[in-house]
C-alpha cells in the first residue's frame, strides 16, 4: 500500500470518527506523530500497519465513544521503537520537523483539527517577515535573469512559466529584466499560485509592468503543476468547474491599469479559495484561469493569448524557485514537481530549479537549539536530477541535466541589518527577525517551537550566531534542464 492512499484512509476516518490526527495516532500506536512522519516520506513495518487497520476496524465495529475507544486502545498500544536516521525500509526514518510547503499556499492547519497537517509555507507572519527582512527574492531574480542569456525565444512570444509566483517580487523583477533585454518582444507569462493573498500581492505588481511592456500577456492559476504549464485540467470533474477569465485592461496608464486589477478583488474571493487536502498540502476549491492583457494590443497579441482547451506549453523558461518542501523525498520532488515542468519546456528551453541548501550560519541557529536536526538531506541537487532522468525514461535524451560546480550554483542571500547593528549587544527586535528567518528557511513547524521560545535560549542563541559571522545569510542551491534545440 502506497503512503497516500493510507493517508487518505487515516484522514477519511479521523473526519468519520471526529479524531484529530494526533489523536489517532496515539490511540492506534501510542505516537502522535505518525500521520505527520507518513506525510513528511516516513515508511511503517507491515506490523505497523496491521496495528493501524485492527484500529480503525476495531473502533468502527464497536461502534465505542471517541473517548472510551481512544483511552483503552492508547493505553494497551506499545509505543514504536525509534529508528536511526537513513535506516533501510521498512521502519520509519528518524522525523525532523515537518516543511510545510513552497512558497505560496495560504491555507494555515495546525495539525489538531482532524482536517490537515500543518504547512511551513502556510504561516503568513513568518513568510511576509522573511520576505522582508532578507534579500532571498532579490538574489533569487537575479541568478533567474542570468539564464535569459541563454534562451533562445521563438515566434510569436517569448514564454516564461513561474512554479511558484508567491508575492510576486522574484516575477516581477525577471520581468523587468525581461525588458531591458526584449523591450519589443511579446511576452506570454504564467504562473502557478494557490494561495489567495499571493495572488493580490503579485497583483500589485503589475500595472507599471503592464505600461513599461504593453506587448504583455499575463496568466495566473491555481491548476497543479501537472496541469498548470498547458492550463488544461485532466480530471472531468474538475474541468466542468474550471473558471476561465479574461481581463482587458483600457487605458494607457498604470494607474488606470491598477485600478482594474483592484476591481477583481470580488473574483479572486470567489473564485480563488483553498483547502487543506488529505495529504495536507492546499488544494483549490475551483480550479481558475485568470488572463489579464491590454485590450489597445489585442490584435498584436491574438497568437498568444491561450484559448481555452488549446494552450500549448513550449516555454523558453521554467522558473522553479523553493517549489517543493526541502523534506519531501527525491523520488516525489522528481516525479510531481520537476519532470512535468521539465516536459513543458519548448526546443532550446531551460528550467532552473532553485532551493535552501543549509550549510550557513541560518543552520547553525538551528543546530544550537536541535542539534541532529537536518531539514536538507533530501534535497541534493545530483540526486534530485538524476531522479528526473530516471523518471523521463527514454525522453531525458532530449534534454541536458546541468548541475554545475558549487561555485557556479550555491549563492548568498543576507538578513537586512546596519553596518553597526551586529555589533555589542543586538536589539530584540533583529533578533526575533533573525530567528523568524532561520526557523522560517529550516522549515520548523510551530508545535516543536513552542517549548523552545519558552525562555530566552533561542535568542541568546541567535546573538551568537550573529555574533561569530558578522550577521546571518543563508545559502541557495540551483540546477538546471535544458531541452535540446531541433
Known amino acids: 500500500m502506497s503512503a497516500e492512499h493510507l493517508l487518505t484512509e487515516i484522514s477519511d476516518f479521523c473526519r468519520t470518527a471526529g479524531l484529530a490526527e494526533s489523536t489517532f495516532g496515539r490511540a492506534a500506536i501510542n505516537d502522535g506523530k505518525l500521520v505527520s512522519r507518513l506525510r513528511n516520506g516516513g515508511r511503517i513495518t507491515t506490523d505497523t500497519l496491521d496495528r493501524i487497520r485492527h484500529f480503525m476496524t476495531n473502533y468502527q465495529s464497536r461502534g465505542r465513544g471517541r473517548t472510551d475507544a481512544v483511552s483503552s486502545l492508547s493505553m494497551a498500544a506499545p509505543k514504536m521503537n525509534p529508528v536511526q536516521p537513513g535506516a533501510a525500509p521498512p521502519a520509519i526514518p528518524k522525523a525532523g520537523p515537518m516543511a510545510s510547503p513552497p512558497v505560496g499556499s495560504g491555507k494555515p492547519s495546525n495539525g489538531e483539527d482532524g482536517q490537515g497537517n500543518f504547512r511551513f509555507y502556510d504561516n503568513r507572519q513568518k513568510y511576509l517577515m522573511f520576505v522582508n527582512t532578507c534579500s532571498e527574492k532579490w538574489e533569487v531574480a537575479n541568478r533567474v535573469s542570468q539564464e535569459l542569456d541563454y534562451v533562445h525565444p521563438r515566434p510569436p512570444a517569448l514564454r516564461i512559466f513561474d512554479a511558484g509566483v508567491g508575492d510576486g517580487t522574484i516575477l516581477s523583477r525577471v520581468m523587468r529584466t525581461m525588458h531591458d533585454k526584449f523591450a519589443t518582444m511579446p511576452f506570454y507569462i504564467v504562473g502557478k499560485e494557490i494561495s489567495l493573498e499571493d495572488v493580490r500581492l503579485t497583483?500589485?505588481?503589475?500595472?507599471?509592468?503592464?505600461?513599461?511592456?504593453?506587448a504583455t500577456v499575463l496568466v495566473l492559476t491555481n491548476l497543479q503543476y501537472a496541469n498548470a504549464p498547458w492550463l488544461t485540467v485532466r480530471d472531468l470533474k474538475a474541468a466542468s468547474s474550471l473558471v476561465w477569465q479574461e481581463v482587458r485592461l483600457k487605458g494607457n496608464t498604470s494607474h488606470s491599469f491598477e485600478e482594474q486589477i483592484t476591481a477583481l478583488e470580488p473574483f479572486l474571493a470567489e473564485n480563488w479559495n483553498a483547502h487543506t487536502g488529505k495529504t495536507g498540502n492546499s488544494v483549490y476549491d475551483r480550479p481558475a484561469v485568470l488572463v489579464i492583457y491590454r485590450e489597445d494590443h489585442r490584435f498584436l497579441l491574438d497568437p498568444i493569448i491561450p484559448k481555452l482547451g488549446e494552450t500549448p506549453a513550449e516555454y523558453d523558461l521554467v522558473i522553479a524557485?523553493?517549489?517543493?518542501?526541502?523534506?519531501a523525498t527525491v523520488q516525489f520532488k522528481a516525479k510531481r514537481v520537476i519532470a512535468p515542468l521539465a516536459r513543458a519546456l519548448g526546443p532550446g528551453g531551460r528550467l532552473i530549479g532553485i532551493h535552501s541548501y543549509g550549510k550557513d550560519p541560518g543552520m547553525e541557529v538551528i543546530r544550537k537549539i536541535w542539534p541532529d536536526d537536518d531539514p536538507f538531506v533530501t534535497n541534493n541537487r545530483h540526486d534530485i536530477l538524476k531522479a528526473v532522468k530516471t523518471e523521463m525514461g527514454n525522453a531525458a535524451r532530449n534534454y541536458s541535466f546541468n548541475a554545475n560546480s558549487d561555485t557556479k550554483s550555491l549563492f548568498k542571500y543576507k538578513m537586512h541589518t546596519l553596518p553597526t547593528e551586529v555589533e555589542g549587544s543586538i536589539g530584540t527586535s533583529t533578533l526575533f527577525a533573525a530567528?523568524?528567518?532561520?526557523?522560517?528557511v529550516a522549515q520548523v513547524e510551530d508545535d516543536r517551537l513552542g517549548?523552545?521560545?519558552?525562555?530566552?535560549?533561542?535568542l541568546e542563541a541567535t546573538q551568537e550566531v550573529l555574533h561569530a559571522n558578522g550577521g546571518l545569510w543563508f545559502l541557495d542551491e540551483s540546477f538546471v534542464i535544458s531541452?535540446?534545440?531541433e
Open 203 to 214: 497583483l500589485q505588481k503589475m500595472p507599471d509592468r503592464f505600461y513599461e511592456h504593453p
Open 321 to 327: 524557485s523553493q517549489p517543493y518542501r526541502a523534506r
Open 435 to 440: 530567528w523568524n528567518d532561520a526557523v522560517y
Open 451 to 458: 517549548p523552545v521560545v519558552s525562555n530566552n535560549r533561542y
Open 483 to 485: 531541452r535540446r534545440r
